[in-house]
């Protein structure tokens, strides 16, 4: 069940969400939701009920000890804030959780029963894969969508994936059959480093974010830590041989399919971020 204290009037609001778990390589995915609640203060609205949908034995309550000694145990579970983003006459809703064990039907009708609540426009999920592309290069972002208004807007192709999916997954195959206009953006980074987490993989999905909805979104110190994430991964490759070999090949491979102006494409982009937060600043 979902607990609402009270349903906020918001403003052609939009949905993003991410769930740790199968979904959230290097918890790019889930850390770009966290990134989201920061940067914009983001104010918890409901909880989705944990006992429908967790088990314990696999996604375990956590016990931490706070500064002061104080011990508090935190229940895994699915958690929609709300964030007023400044000088945008949008809001957004944002839905961070854990990968649900069961119930997925279920759980499903409830995220889009509330986007229902919310009169939500557009719901866009966030998920992260690893893959063969090497730690030196820009983490590309996927995205698709099956709306074809989006498709034409934003340039983006219909998905053509088949195989096992996660819960994000199935909120795009139920916002389709609902008529909801659904984006599934996917950053993939390296299998070699697949530890969390993977800030440079954040970083890659919140800039195509701001692409997606045309807002700037405050970095804070993610371009800091996804260097320094970058640098860390340069130290361990440079202490192993096989390692430094096997990364100059996927370097090379990723640098020949690489189009020219895929690099002209990239500068634009990001000549147009800085004109966005420059903006937004003044």
Not at 18 to 36: P, R
Not at 227 to 233: K, L, P
Request: glycine fraction near 6%.
């Amino acid at each position: 069940m979902i607990e609402l204290d009270e349903f906020p009037v918001l403003v052609d609001p939009v949905m993003v969400a991410a769930f740790e778990g199968w979904n959230d390589a290097g918890e790019s995915a889930s850390g770009t939701i966290a990134h989201l609640r920061a940067v914009w203060d983001a104010q918890p609205l409901a909880d989705l009920d944990s006992e429908e949908y967790y088990d314990y034995q696999v996604n375990r309550p956590m016990i931490s000890v706070d500064e002061s000694g104080v011990r508090e145990l935190t229940w895994p579970s699915t958690r929609v804030f709300v964030a007023r983003v400044p000088l945008f006459p949008r809001d957004l809703v944002l839905v961070q959780g854990v990968e649900p064990n069961m119930k997925w039907q279920q759980f499903t009708r409830e995220v889009l029963g509330l986007a229902a609540e919310l009169d939500v426009s557009t719901v866009i999920t966030l998920g992260a894969l690893l893959s063969d592309i090497p730690h030196t290069r820009p983490v590309p972002v996927s995205g698709s969508t099956a709306d074809a208004a989006l498709q034409a807007d934003l340039g983006l192709e219909p998905s053509t994936y088949e195989g096992p999916t996660g819960i994000v997954g199935v909120l795009q195959d139920a916002c389709q059959r609902f008529g909801i206009p659904a984006i599934s953006l996917w950053a993939a980074v390296p299998h070699y480093v697949a530890q969390p987490p993977c800030p440079k993989g954040t970083l890659a999905l919140v800039r195509k974010i701001e692409d997606i909805l045309d807002i700037p979104v405050p970095l804070g110190d993610l371009v800091e830590e996804a260097r320094a994430w970058e640098a860390g991964v340069d130290d361990l490759a440079a202490e192993d041989d096989e390692v430094a070999d096997y990364v100059k090949q996927l370097e090379e491979a990723r640098d020949a399919v690489e189009l020219p102006e895929a690099s002209g494409e990239a500068i634009a982009k990001e000549f147009e971020r800085y004109l966005r937060r420059r903006s937004s600043d003044g």
